[in-house]
């Protein structure tokens, strides 16, 4: 039996701000809630057997992924089709002004869960025990879960 875990990324200071981000060369670090998150998502995985993390190109999400996996020899990998969407001009505004948006003028949403599911088929054929920890920031949820 092949088991995933999945994590979103840990609170962010992007998080606080209530901002959106799609661009992972923008530095967004963890807060000490998120630190706190990532530990308590180690406590909760440490008996798991991990033979994989991937993780997004975003910070937040190795960040998150270090804390959690920190004293375990887990071999990491970036999977770049697991990245939240580029938001295009939204980028950097917040989630009100997301909402009251008709659409980003940058990658199309709808591609999002299409990359997501080739980034899972592609992962998971590569790992012979098939079991994973894959931590990455969910850019598929829609509008009214964020609010």
């Given at each position: 039996?092949?088991?995933?875990?999945?994590?979103?990324?840990?609170?962010?200071?992007?998080?606080?701000?209530?901002?959106?981000?799609?661009?992972?060369?923008?530095?967004?670090?963890?807060?000490?809630?998120?630190?706190?998150?990532?530990?308590?998502?180690?406590?909760?995985?440490?008996?798991?057997?991990?033979?994989?993390?991937?993780?997004?190109?975003?910070?937040?999400?190795?960040?998150?992924?270090a804390?959690?996996?920190?004293?375990?020899?887990v071999?990491?990998?970036?999977?770049?089709?697991l990245?939240?969407?580029?938001?295009?001009?939204l980028?950097?505004?917040?989630?009100?002004?997301?909402?009251?948006?008709?659409?980003?003028?940058?990658?199309?949403?709808?591609?999002?869960?299409?990359?997501?599911?080739?980034?899972?088929?592609?992962?998971?054929?590569?790992w012979?025990?098939?079991?994973?920890n894959?931590?990455?920031?969910?850019?598929?949820?829609?509008?009214?879960?964020?609010?």
């Open positions: 039996m092949r088991l995933f875990v999945i994590a979103r990324h840990a609170h962010s200071t992007l998080n606080l701000e209530r901002r959106i981000n799609g661009d992972p060369s923008v530095p967004v670090p963890l807060t000490e809630q998120g630190e706190e998150e990532a530990r308590q998502l180690g406590i909760q995985v440490a008996n798991v057997p991990i033979d994989a993390c991937v993780h997004t190109r975003f910070p937040r999400t190795r960040e998150t992924a804390i959690a996996l920190a004293g375990r020899d071999p990491t990998r970036v999977e770049p089709l990245d939240d969407i580029d938001v295009g001009n980028e950097g505004q917040t989630i009100d002004e997301y909402g009251s948006t008709r659409a980003p003028t940058g990658f199309p949403a709808a591609r999002a869960s299409t990359r997501r599911r080739a980034a899972t088929r592609t992962g998971s054929g590569s012979s025990r098939g079991r994973a894959v931590s990455w920031s969910s850019a598929t949820r829609s509008r009214s879960a964020t609010r």
